[in-house]
């Protein structure tokens, strides 16, 4: 099985979570980042007040997975959710709605926290691997 990461989770993972440490052995080869999660993840550990031993987690960890540009289908499919989404009256976030729209073209289960924020997302797969 493969997964894209969200952004929450992999915070949580580079602050040390041991629950999280053991899924992400598990599932080694199988994990993935989109491009959105790694702008995101980078101004998290280059604030100023990040410890330096955030960005060499980071680092580390990007050893482990695969990171997923923005292609065109990755956009097109963007478009599709989005525009389904204001048709409804639900517009999503952009940020969150490229990362599922990354995990849709890639037919991957997404793996987040904040299972609230991509609810709406037809045919996404989510996971919560801190509940």
């Given at each position: 099985m493969s997964f894209l990461l969200d952004?929450?989770?992999?915070?949580?993972?580079?602050?040390?979570?041991?629950?999280?440490?053991?899924?992400?052995?598990?599932?080694?080869?199988?994990?993935?980042?989109?491009?959105?999660?790694?702008?995101?993840?980078?101004?998290?550990v280059l604030r100023g007040t990040a410890p330096p031993i955030r960005l060499q987690g980071l680092q580390e960890l990007l050893n482990d997975m695969r990171v997923l540009d923005v292609t065109p289908a990755v956009a097109e499919k963007y478009g599709q959710l989005q525009a389904g989404l204001l048709d409804a009256g639900r517009p999503a976030p952009?940020?969150?709605?490229?990362?599922?729209?990354?995990?849709?073209?890639?037919?991957?289960?997404?793996?987040?926290?904040?299972?609230?924020?991509?609810?709406?997302?037809?045919?996404?797969?989510?996971?919560?691997?801190?509940?």
């Open positions: 952004t929450d989770i992999c915070s949580v993972h580079l602050k040390r979570n041991t629950t999280l440490s053991s899924r992400f052995l598990q599932y080694t080869g199988g994990l993935h980042l989109s491009a959105v999660s790694l702008c995101e993840l980078y101004t998290w952009g940020m969150d709605l490229m990362i599922a729209a990354t995990a849709l073209v890639h037919d991957l289960t997404l793996v987040t926290h904040n299972v609230q924020d991509f609810e709406d997302v037809p045919a996404l797969r989510v996971v919560d691997w801190l509940s």
